[in-house]
């Protein structure tokens, strides 16, 4: 999917209708910074406003996703290559975010073992003592909620029992005996427990 394109594309269609940027953020309640950066190839409409968007623009979500107004005939095609790139897209996305995942759980790990050794054998205030442990455990309590949010969102679980493939719920993934990326949980699909290894693909 190309993002300029799809940028360059919104702004045409924007000018055509005589809108200003402000003017169709205005009618879609986002900011006019929101609309710059689509136009300007930096991000992508949000799904939820995506048809709200084409109806202001006279353009449906296949011209949209495509960057053109697309002929009857190549609609189903350029479609289909459309979502092909959004899912590639969504998978390089999430193996970028796991990554994160784990340099940040290194980092805040080392932090902490650091600051408790030294807290364990520095011959320092009891009261420094204690703000050294503080200091090495309070960033991973603020941190793990964000670390398992991208645990939850990116990519899928695999259910053993069915082979289905899904997002959990965060509060599943919270709660879930785990080893490493391999949670116990169960399947929407299949209503049966299992270790569900983390995928990226879906297919």
Not at 29 to 38: E, F, G, I, L, Y
Not at 170 to 178: D, G, I, L, N
């Amino acid at each position: 999917m190309d993002q300029m394109k799809i940028g360059k594309f919104i702004a045409e269609n924007r000018k055509t209708k005589k809108l200003t940027q402000s003017q169709l953020a205005e009618r879609l309640n986002v900011s006019d910074r929101a609309v710059s950066k689509w136009e300007n190839g930096k991000s992508m409409p949000d799904v939820s406003i995506m048809l709200e968007l084409c109806e202001i623009l006279g353009i449906n979500v296949q011209d949209l996703l495509c960057g053109e107004r697309v002929s009857v005939e190549k609609r189903n095609e350029k479609l289909e290559q459309a979502l092909f790139e959004t899912v590639k897209q969504k998978e390089e996305a999430d193996k970028r975010l796991l990554k994160v995942e784990i340099i940040l759980g290194i980092i805040l790990v080392a932090v902490m073992l650091a600051c408790c050794m030294i807290a364990a054998y520095a011959k320092i205030d009891e009261w420094l003592r204690i703000v050294l442990i503080f200091t090495g455990i309070i960033p991973i309590l603020v941190a793990t909620p964000f670390l398992l949010k991208i645990e939850q969102t990116a990519g899928y679980y695999h259910c053993e029992k069915c082979g289905y493939k899904y997002v959990p719920e965060y509060k599943s993934v919270f709660m879930a005996k785990h080893m490493g990326r391999t949670r116990y949980l169960k399947c929407p699909n299949c209503n049966k427990k299992s270790w569900q290894k983390k995928v990226i693909e879906k297919n």
